[in-house]
């Protein structure tokens, strides 16, 4: 079992477990885990974090309030840097996991007014000045 685990890369344990689990007849699982293994989610081990990342989105938050969409035109860098600050840190693509199970929606800034409004942009037609 040694050399299988040396060729292998893996821990002789492993392998141990693995030829006991074959000999006991159990069949294979789709699960990788057993049930509650696993990282704990950040917000168990911070409960303060969505509080937190709320109170910096909240203000500048777009949306009707009664509406189930909401959104922010905060990046998630941005905000992950102001949580870290602040005691909470979070990369952000957890934040961008969290404003999702908060009902955010990330918006990208759009421009008001569209068109030639400055001179130097406006279209010409050969022979005509710019107005």
């Known amino acids: 079992m040694a050399q299988v685990a040396s060729a292998f890369g893996m821990s002789r344990t492993t392998v141990t477990a693995a030829v006991a689990e074959v ?5 294979p699982q ?4 057993r049930p509650g293994a696993g ?13 937190a990342l709320d109170a910096l989105v909240d203000p500048e938050s777009r949306g009707d309030p009664m509406c189930r969409l909401r959104w922010t035109v905060k990046s998630t860098r941005t905000l992950a840097e102001e949580l870290s600050a602040q005691g909470h840190p979070a990369s952000s693509w957890t934040v961008a996991q969290l404003l999702h199970y908060m009902d955010y929606s990330l918006q990208a800034n759009s421009k008001t007014q569209e068109g ?3 001179p130097d942009r406006m279209v010409s037609s ?3 000045t710019p107005r």
């Open 23 to 27: 000999d006991a007849g159990l069949e």
């Open 30 to 33: 789709a699960r990788v885990r």
């Open 39 to 51: 990282r704990k989610k950040l917000i168990e081990h911070d409960p303060d974090l969505l509080v």
């Open 116 to 118: 030639a409004q400055h």
């Open 126 to 128: 050969v022979g005509s």
